[in-house]
């Protein structure tokens, strides 16, 4: 399944994620987004809404964009993650770090 983000500006950078976060596309996505975000002062959401997988390498790249925004004391939040998404970040803890919506 192919991959692709779509960007948003308002009060927030919104990143709308599709297909499969993973090894394959994990490097760009990571410089196409740390560039966007570089000269932001935003707080991060990602939706996940269309996200159908995320492997190992796709929660690096964000726990990399989260300490990009922490250091800007900024926010990320992860919005419409499916259920196994959600299981995921669940057993690793990440719930903790982020802000999870529905």
Partial sequence: MAFEAKYKENENFEIHLSGDLDINVVENFKNEILDKYKILDKN???DFSDLKYIDSTGIGVIMTVYKEAKDKL???TIK??????????????????FNMED
């Fill in 44 to 46: 991060i959401v990602f």
């Fill in 74 to 76: 900024k926010t990320l």
């Fill in 80 to 97: 419409n993650a499916n259920r196994n998404i959600y299981k995921l970040f669940k057993i690793t803890k990440l719930t903790e770090l």
